[in-house]
């Protein structure tokens, strides 16, 4: 129970508080109302400077309309201060964007105009056990009646708050679907006609899915032009590239372009190529395909390495029956939630990720780029031959005898951001080409031209001279190099050729290409005739998300999330740890002297007169005196848990005293300050 003194200690700064909190309020009143200071540690009320920009190019202004149904969800704590939470943010918004951003805020009632508004945008609501609807969602339009919902804001996805609001803002704002270029050797776009043909491929599940968010330009083996109004561009284990492939890959990331890459050292839908598939047509790796724009990155996928892990090992069924049918399998994971990075958009919301057979990234540390790792292995994993993706006969043995984890987590995933060179110093590959074939004829000439007949030479050196007096500036010979030349100019130019890239690159690069095979992330059920794919795992939204994060503008790339986290007393906890492994400490030393002690009266006890004799009072004495000790070892175990309770009861009270009274006597201190240094301007004005 709390003294009379504690009770006083923290009674009276309370007191105090209340006084200093109406101070405080109608100082800042006087000012306006509109300060506002963000404590928390992770600035969860903060708008970044990523939206703030976002909010400044806002062309035309936006329709907002906030659907809270704030009355009713009140009986609901945490959903009411999520709810308050949305809605200040989005004031703050408004504000911010000076007059673009037009909100509505709209508590609608059963069966009112604006319930039936809310259930006509899509919006959904919570039903509560007494039959009360709660709406929490949004609306934003635009002039032209764009528009896009956020049906109902999930409490799950709070850390996330700022990144949804700024990305529907922005998309409604853009207008459009982002367009993604596609280049893939692998067979992920559907073939010929589903029930009448009966080689009909319907391809793989994730281009569906890509199908219906995105505007998808699939791009040939051979491509020569990267099709203009490209936004994002999508690598997902290429076929081998020339140098002129590279060069249009190389200048549309320095130019602003986006790109999401996936790499593979050992591609498993090659080895497991579908019936009928020509041998060869989709390489066995892909790690060092675009290694000479990585060289210039500074970045790498380990070649001809994959990653094994223990940890993170999927379950197989490797045949046979019973529990020893199913074991870990090394080179096939299952990266979970705490693998990958909880404050990126990417990857915030995921649980789970497939992979298998995939490969490691490194970040050389001459590299220009920052990196942020959104999926790693475990750190019991190790690298091993990318052939042991072809399959591991003997698991069992394998866990036993060959796997060696080394004591590093491997970068599966990474974001890469920064400014860096071009990989063709020189210029276009054509435009060296061409010189090439320039200096290769006049070679030819040459050669040509020393093997002629005297007499031939003659002829041909009065040719010469005749075509002279028909060009009496003398430049037949020169005129078609001149013009050439001009033209590969031209066409250099043309091109825009970048030496440097005009701003941060921005590209997501995997190590496997396996994980968007169907057979890795989804079960394909047949309902009604039709093909509904189940996902078991979150492969498909992992590259979603990674499109439409790197879709957005450059403000949204650059938002993370701010989880919102349990704050515990650190302090606190410090204290507590210290003083138990005191305690403990003290605990062993008085139980050994405990057992020492009782072993002594043990001995003494035993040493009584047989028959009943009497102890003599030196023996008397010495076992009272160890009694005694054994109580007063006692009182010190007890006073060392009370000292522990003390300690803690007194920071308690500190904490109590700065919390709610030095904290708003700080403020109050500002507010002052503000409105003395706003009279003095007044005054001097």
């Given at each position: 129970?709390?003294?009379?003194k504690?009770?006083t200690a923290?009674g009276?700064p309370?007191?105090?508080?209340?006084?200093?909190?109406?101070?405080?309020?109608?100082?800042?009143?006087?000012?306006g109302?509109?300060?506002?200071v963000?404590?928390?540690?992770?600035?969860?009320?903060?708008?970044s400077?990523?939206t703030?920009?976002l909010?400044?190019?806002?062309?035309?202004?936006?329709e907002?309309?906030?659907?809270?149904s704030?009355?009713?969800a009140?009986?609901?704590?945490?959903?009411?201060?999520?709810?308050?939470?949305?809605?200040?943010?989005?004031?703050?918004?408004?504000?911010?964007?000076?007059?673009?951003?037009?909100?509505?805020?709209?508590?609608?009632?059963p069966?009112?105009?604006?319930e039936d508004?809310?259930?006509?945008?899509?919006?959904?609501?919570?039903?509560t056990?007494?039959?009360r609807?709660?709406?929490l969602?949004?609306?934003?339009?635009?002039?032209?009646?764009?528009?896009?919902?956020?049906?109902?804001?999930?409490?799950?996805?709070?850390?996330?708050?700022?990144?949804?609001?700024?990305?529907?803002?922005?998309?409604?704002a853009l207008?459009?679907?982002?367009?993604?270029?596609?280049?893939?050797?692998l067979?992920?776009?559907?073939r010929?006609?589903?029930?009448?043909?009966?080689?009909?491929?319907?391809?793989?599940a994730?281009y569906?899915?890509?199908?219906?968010f995105?505007?998808?330009?699939?791009?040939?083996?051979g491509?020569?032009?990267?099709?203009?109004?490209?936004?994002?561009?999508?690598?997902?284990?290429?076929?081998?590239?020339?140098?002129?492939?590279?060069?249009?890959?190389?200048?549309?990331?320095?130019?602003?372009?986006r790109?999401?890459?996936f790499?593979?050292?050992?591609?498993?839908?090659?080895?497991?190529?579908?019936?009928?598939?020509?041998?060869?047509?989709?390489?066995?790796?892909?790690?060092?395909?675009?290694?000479?724009?990585f060289?210039?990155?500074?970045?790498e996928?380990?070649p001809?390495?994959?990653?094994?892990?223990r940890?993170?090992?999927?379950?197989?069924t490797?045949?046979?029956?019973?529990?020893?049918?199913?074991?870990?399998?090394?080179?096939?994971?299952?990266?979970?939630?705490?693998?990958?990075?909880?404050?990126?958009?990417?990857t915030?919301?995921?649980?789970?990720?497939?992979?298998?057979?995939?490969g490691?990234?490194?970040?050389?540390?001459?590299?220009?780029?920052?990196?942020?790792?959104?999926?790693?292995?475990?750190?019991?994993?190790?690298?091993?031959?990318?052939?042991?993706g072809?399959?591991?006969?003997?698991i069992?043995?394998?866990?036993?005898?060959?796997?060696?984890?080394?004591?590093?987590?491997?970068?599966?995933?990474?974001?890469?951001?920064?400014i860096?060179?071009t990989?063709?110093?020189?210029?276009?590959?054509?435009?060296?080409?061409?010189?090439?074939?320039?200096?290769?004829?006049?070679?030819?000439?040459k050669?040509?031209?020393?093997?002629k007949?005297?007499?031939?030479?003659?002829?041909?050196k009065?040719?010469?001279a005749?075509?002279?007096k028909?060009?009496?500036?003398g430049?037949?010979?020169t005129?078609?190099?001149?013009?050439?030349?001009?033209a590969?100019?031209?066409k250099?130019?043309?091109?825009?050729?970048?030496?440097?890239?005009?701003?941060?690159?921005?590209v997501?690069?995997?190590?496997?290409?396996?994980?968007?095979?169907?057979?890795?992330w989804?079960?394909?059920?047949?309902?009604?005739?039709?093909?509904?794919s189940?996902p078991?795992?979150?492969?498909?939204?992992?590259?979603?998300?990674?499109?439409?994060n790197?879709?957005?503008?450059?403000?949204?790339?650059?938002?993370?999330?701010?989880?919102?986290?349990d704050?515990?007393f650190v302090?606190?906890?410090?204290?507590?740890?210290?003083?138990?492994?005191?305690?403990?400490?003290?605990?062993?030393?008085?139980?050994?002297?405990?057992e020492?002690?009782?072993q002594?009266?043990?001995?003494?006890?035993?040493q009584?007169?047989?028959?009943g004799?009497v102890?003599?009072?030196?023996?008397?004495q010495?076992?009272e005196?160890?009694?005694?000790?054994?109580?007063e070892?006692?009182?010190?175990?007890?006073?060392?848990?009370?000292?522990l309770?003390?300690?803690?009861?007194?920071?308690?009270?500190?904490l109590?005293?700065?919390?709610?009274?030095?904290?708003?006597?700080?403020?109050?201190?500002?507010?002052l300050?503000?409105?003395?240094?706003?009279?003095?301007?007044?005054?001097?004005h």
């Amino acid at each position: 129970m709390m003294s009379l003194k504690s009770r006083t200690a923290i009674g009276v700064p309370i007191l105090l508080a209340v006084v200093l909190f109406f101070a405080f309020n109608a100082i800042v009143e006087r000012l306006g109302g509109r300060a506002t200071v963000d404590l928390t540690e992770d600035g969860l009320f903060t708008i970044s400077e990523s939206t703030k920009k976002l909010l400044a190019s806002l062309d035309q202004p936006v329709e907002v309309t906030f659907y809270f149904s704030e009355d009713a969800a009140r009986e609901y704590p945490q959903l009411f201060a999520y709810g308050r939470r949305v809605r200040d943010m989005l004031k703050a918004y408004a504000e911010l964007s000076g007059g673009r951003i037009r909100l509505t805020i709209l508590d609608p009632e059963p069966f009112s105009k604006e319930e039936d508004e809310a259930m006509g945008a899509g919006l959904k609501s919570f039903t509560t056990p007494d039959g009360r609807k709660i709406y929490l969602g949004l609306v934003v339009r635009d002039m032209t009646d764009r528009e896009a919902v956020i049906p109902f804001f999930d409490p799950q996805r709070e850390d996330l708050l700022e990144y949804d609001l700024t990305k529907i803002i922005n998309n409604v704002a853009l207008g459009r679907r982002a367009t993604v270029a596609l280049l893939t050797s692998l067979p992920m776009k559907p073939r010929g006609l589903p029930g009448f043909s009966e080689n009909s491929n319907p391809g793989w599940a994730i281009y569906d899915q890509l199908r219906q968010f995105f505007t998808i330009e699939d791009l040939s083996p051979g491509f020569r032009k990267i099709p203009k109004g490209t936004d994002i561009l999508v690598i997902i284990h290429p076929p081998k590239l020339d140098d002129t492939q590279l060069y249009l890959i190389d200048q549309f990331i320095l130019k602003g372009g986006r790109a999401v890459i996936f790499l593979d050292p050992f591609s498993e839908a090659s080895v497991n190529r579908p019936s009928g598939q020509m041998p060869g047509l989709v390489p066995i790796a892909s790690e060092t395909t675009l290694s000479r724009l990585f060289a210039v990155w500074g970045v790498e996928i380990v070649p001809e390495k994959i990653v094994a892990d223990r940890q993170l090992a999927q379950r197989v069924t490797t045949g046979g029956i019973g529990p020893d049918a199913i074991k870990n399998y090394p080179v096939w994971l299952r990266v979970d939630h705490a693998h990958m990075a909880a404050d990126d958009p990417i990857t915030a919301n995921l649980q789970t990720v497939n992979l298998a057979s995939v490969g490691a990234i490194r970040l050389k540390k001459d590299s220009p780029l920052k990196e942020e790792v959104l999926l790693r292995s475990s750190t019991d994993s190790m690298l091993v031959a990318a052939n042991l993706g072809r399959g591991i006969p003997d698991i069992d043995s394998y866990w036993r005898e060959e796997f060696k984890p080394d004591p590093e987590s491997y970068a599966l995933l990474v974001r890469l951001d920064g400014i860096v060179d071009t990989a063709f110093p020189d210029g276009p590959p054509y435009a060296r080409d061409k010189e090439d074939g320039d200096a290769a004829g006049k070679e030819a000439k040459k050669e040509k031209a020393d093997r002629k007949a005297p007499g031939q030479a003659a002829e041909d050196k009065g040719r010469s001279a005749t075509a002279g007096k028909d060009d009496p500036q003398g430049k037949g010979g020169t005129a078609p190099k001149e013009a050439d030349a001009k033209a590969d100019k031209a066409k250099t130019a043309a091109t825009g050729h970048l030496a440097r890239s005009t701003g941060p690159i921005h590209v997501v690069l995997g190590a496997d290409s396996d994980l968007f095979d169907d057979r890795f992330w989804i079960q394909v059920q047949n309902v009604l005739g039709r093909r509904v794919s189940v996902p078991m795992a979150d492969n498909g939204a992992l590259l979603l998300n990674a499109i439409d994060n790197l879709a957005g503008s450059e403000a949204l790339i650059g938002l993370r999330g701010r989880r919102v986290k349990d704050r515990p007393f650190v302090v606190v906890e410090n204290l507590r740890r210290r003083a138990e492994a005191r305690l403990l400490e003290e605990e062993r030393r008085l139980e050994d002297e405990l057992e020492r002690t009782q072993q002594r009266l043990d001995q003494l006890e035993s040493q009584k007169p047989k028959g009943g004799g009497v102890l003599t009072p030196e023996q008397e004495q010495e076992i009272e005196r160890f009694r005694a000790r054994v109580l007063e070892i006692r009182q010190q175990l007890r006073a060392v848990q009370h000292e522990l309770v003390a300690d803690i009861e007194r920071l308690k009270i500190r904490l109590a005293v700065i919390n709610i009274l030095l904290v708003p006597a700080l403020l109050v201190l500002l507010a002052l300050a503000a409105a003395i240094l706003r009279r003095r301007r007044q005054t001097t004005h």
